[in-house]
């Protein structure tokens, strides 16, 4: 008996140090701080256990560049590509040359620190990190 309630005490904590963070730190990125979040910044996207750096430049273009490994499970886009960026409706969209099939897709972001949560319009969603 003592036994498992050991186990489901420890399975409890696990599950609540393991969960994520509650939004109440998280501010919604829109318009003029958005910008600021972004320009002159690296975004890094967590994408399938990789991190994929994107440079968003003041000029509003972009580039990319994927680690080797990462571009050896991409589906034949390239290693790398460039594409320009804009704030519409207090979302950050973009168009790349060649990936994402060269499709406009726009995201919503919020922010704790430099960590960023991001939903796509097409209601993708996931997080990356700001850099430098």
Same mark, same amino acid.
């Given at each position: 008996?003592?036994?498992?309630?050991?186990?489901?005490?420890?399975? &409890?904590?696990?599950?609540?140090?393991?969960?994520?963070?509650?939004?109440?730190?998280?501010?919604?990125?829109?318009?003029?701080?958005?910008?600021?979040?972004?320009?002159?910044?690296?975004?890094?996207?967590?994408?399938?256990?990789?991190?994929?750096?994107?440079?968003?430049?003041?000029?509003?273009?972009?580039?990319?560049?994927?680690?080797?490994?990462?571009?050896?499970?991409? #589906?034949?886009?390239?290693?790398?590509?460039?594409?320009?960026?804009?704030?519409?409706?207090?979302?950050? &969209?973009?168009?790349?040359? =060649?990936?994402?099939?060269?499709?406009?897709? &726009?995201?919503?972001?919020?922010?704790?620190?430099?960590?960023?949560?991001?939903? #796509?319009?097409?209601?993708? =969603?996931?997080?990356?990190?700001?850099?430098?």
């Amino acid at each position: 008996m003592l036994k498992t309630a050991l186990m489901t005490a420890a399975a &409890c904590a696990t599950l609540a140090l393991s969960a994520p963070a509650t939004n109440a730190a998280e501010t919604a990125l829109t318009g003029d701080a958005l910008r600021s979040a972004v320009t002159g910044k690296t975004v890094y996207l967590k994408i399938s256990g990789f991190e994929l750096p994107i440079q968003y430049r003041a000029g509003g273009t972009m580039k990319g560049s994927m680690g080797t490994i990462a571009a050896a499970f991409s #589906r034949g886009d390239g290693s790398s590509d460039r594409g320009k960026w804009w704030i519409a409706d207090d979302q950050l &969209c973009q168009k790349w040359s =060649s990936w994402m099939e060269s499709r406009t897709y &726009c995201y919503k972001l919020s922010r704790n620190g430099n960590a960023v949560r991001w939903v #796509r319009d097409d209601g993708a =969603s996931g997080t990356a990190r700001l850099g430098g």
